[in-house]
């Protein structure tokens, strides 16, 4: 399940996107009006890169993309390199994305004590 809270008093609306992806994506205006959208990618669920592009051409820019793509790549400091990681930085070179990264080197679910790592974007 993916999720944006957003302060009632922000100016925001929720877009209607066609994916069959777990994504949200709203407008919101602060100083500026941007485009947030928060993705899970499911590590047991097969994805490809074709998904990703109708998603991201879906947004109107600025786009502030958010989620947890079950990707492992050395590009973002993991010590080894899945499929999906690769599709990911193939989808970062061929769209010409700018993106930052922020990695807590720290799992974000660990099975044997049920914890979740929340991460929070202001």
Request: aromatic share 4%; net charge positive; with cysteine.
């Amino acid at each position: 399940m993916v999720a944006i809270l957003i302060k009632n008093s922000t100016p925001h609306q929720q877009l209607h996107i066609n994916t069959g992806l777990q994504a949200i994506a709203l407008r919101a205006t602060c100083h500026k009006t941007i485009t947030v959208c928060s993705i899970y990618l499911s590590p047991c669920k097969a994805c490809n890169i074709t998904e990703l592009e109708d998603l991201i051409r879906q947004l109107p820019p600025p786009v502030l993309l958010l989620g947890d793509f079950n990707a492992h790549s050395q590009q973002w400091g993991s010590n080894k390199r899945s499929t999906r990681g690769k599709m990911v930085e193939d989808l970062l070179l061929k769209s010409n994305i700018s993106f930052s990264l922020i990695v807590a080197h720290l799992p974000t679910f660990t099975p044997l004590q049920h914890i979740f790592q929340l991460s929070i974007s202001a």
